[in-house]
């Protein structure tokens, strides 16, 4: 299922990391994610919009294997993994997988009996063996790049939202992955929180991480965003820069979805 080689000479693009081909996922009889391809370059940020259970979630837990797809396959960098070929992943193919994956949800999931710092150390310390003192300095100076260097040894339930889901961006930088996901991580924040935590993700975007970003916040997505997919139903409707989707949307789906969500903004 892992198949190194023979996946670096298939790629043909150097410059894709992450190539989805015919992703389907069902739970039970339900088809949350239909059959989505999506290829994401180096460096690119690609978002994701649409509406709730359109299956945005799904997809972007079945890239980090937090689901295993039902079919299909996935590359990042040079492994692929083959989902129609029916062998199970281990557990060890599992884990290696996902260290080159970071991904941030909506709801933080820090470590609520660790320190900030403790909570940004973990990754590196028990699944990358790094040496302590090497980690600890390591934490700290993402504390910094996330502007928490005065949070280092709060415990999470004295941060503020805005400053628990930077902790968790931190932490998903520790492990150096090649591609980070963001699921909705400021839609449980309060509106004047939000700004801090767009911020962050603006300026790793700037500095050339590969991101997979689902969000609700339009103007950021036109902003920031190399690419936007558009989800309906557990399909890639409409994909591409943002001015084209955006502002001229050619599917009635997206066309009424837009409108619905303008509406529905404050
Ligand atoms: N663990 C699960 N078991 C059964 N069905 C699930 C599970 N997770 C998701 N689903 C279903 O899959 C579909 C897609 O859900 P998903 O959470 O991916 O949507 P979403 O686009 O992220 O929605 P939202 O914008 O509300 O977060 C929905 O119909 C949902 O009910
Ligand atoms: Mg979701």
Redesign the pocket.
Known sequence: MFETAQAREMSGNELSLVEVRDLK?S??G????KGVSLTVKRGDAQFII????????????CINLL?EPSGGSLRVGSTTIDFDSGRRLSVREQASFRSDVGMVF?QFHLFPHMTALQNVMEGPVTVRRMPKKEAREWAASLLAKVGLSDKRDAMPRHLSGGQAQRVAIARALAMSPAVLLL??VT?ALDPELVGEVLAVVRQLTEEGMTMIV?T?EMGFAHEVANYVAF?DE?RIVECGPPPAVLDRPRSSRLQSFLRRFRTAQP
């Open positions: 996922k739970y039970g339900v088809a949350a994610v649409g509406p709730s259970g359109c299956g945005k979630s799904t997809f972007l837990r689901e909506q699921d909705e839609s689902v609700h989800m557990g």
